[in-house]
C-alpha cells in the first residue's frame, strides 16, 4: 500500500485495502461479506523454555480483532493467495496479473537491493552477514546452503509465516504454519525444510 505524507488517513482504514485485487485480501477484520475472521483460523503455538507447547493466540485472539495502535511495520493478516499475488508482482517487476503495472522496474530493484552494504560490515539481519536489509525485505547476499540463493529476498513473520522469492529461478515460496517462531536466526527448521525441499524438487 502506499501512505501519503502527512495523511490523515487512519492506518487500519488504509489497510483494509490490498495492493493487489483478491478474494481473500489483508485484514479480514475489516472487509464486509467475508466469513468470520476466526473460521479459517487455528491455534497459533509457541514453545515453552522447557520444550512444550502451548496456545500462544486462539482464534479469538490477538489477531482476530483490529489492533489498538495499528503499524505499518506488523500485524498484517494475510493468506497465502494474497501473499503469492504480492511475491509475484515483485517477482515480475511490477506487473499484476491483469498486465496492469503497479510498481515501476526502479522501484522493484531498489527495494531488492541490500542498501546498508552488509558485505562490507554493517549489521544485517543475520550474525553471519548472509543476509543485509533493502526496504521492507531482507535479501540474501552470501549463500550458506542449498537455499536460499544469492539475490533471494523476502521476509520471515514471527507469528510462523513467511515468503520469499528466488529471482534465480522464478520461484516464489510462501510457507504459513501455526507455530511462532522463536527467532530469526538460527533460521526456524521448518523453513530450512521448506526450501531445502523446494529446492530439491526444483529441475535444473
Not at 501519503?4 to 485495502?17: F, H, I, Q
Not at 526496504?135 to 533471494?152: D, E, H, N, W
Request: net charge negative; with cysteine.
Amino acid at each position: 500500500m502506499v501512505l501519503p505524507a502527512g495523511g490523515a488517513e487512519k492506518a487500519g482504514t488504509l489497510a483494509s485495502v490490498p495492493v493487489v485485487k483478491s478474494e481473500t485480501s489483508t485484514f479480514p477484520w475489516q472487509n464486509p461479506g467475508r466469513p468470520s475472521s476466526t473460521a479459517s483460523r487455528d491455534d497459533c503455538y509457541g514453545t515453552d523454555p522447557a520444550g512444550e507447547r502451548f496456545v500462544f493466540d486462539p482464534p479469538d485472539g490477538q489477531w482476530a480483532k483490529p489492533p489498538v495502535f495499528p503499524s505499518g511495520a506488523a500485524g498484517l493478516v494475510s493468506t497465502v493467495d494474497d501473499l503469492h499475488a504480492f511475491a509475484r508482482m515483485l517477482l515480475s517487476g511490477g506487473w499484476l496479473a491483469d498486465g496492469s503495472r503497479l510498481l515501476s522496474r526502479a522501484s522493484i530493484d531498489a527495494m531488492t537491493t541490500d542498501q546498508i552494504d552488509v558485505a562490507s560490515g554493517a549489521p544485517g539481519p543475520r550474525p553471519d552477514g548472509s543476509e543485509g536489509w533493502s526496504f521492507g525485505v531482507g535479501v540474501q547476499v552470501r549463500r550458506t546452503g542449498l537455499a536460499p540463493t544469492i539475490g533471494s529476498y523476502g521476509w520471515a513473520g514471527c507469528m510462523g509465516s513467511m515468503w520469499s522469492n528466488d529471482p534465480s529461478n522464478t520461484l516464489v515460496g510462501v510457507m504459513l504454519s501455526t507455530d511462532v517462531f522463536g527467532g530469526p536466526f538460527p533460521q526456524p527448521a521448518v523453513i530450512h525444510d521448506f526450501w531445502t525441499g523446494a529446492c530439491a524438487a526444483l529441475d535444473y
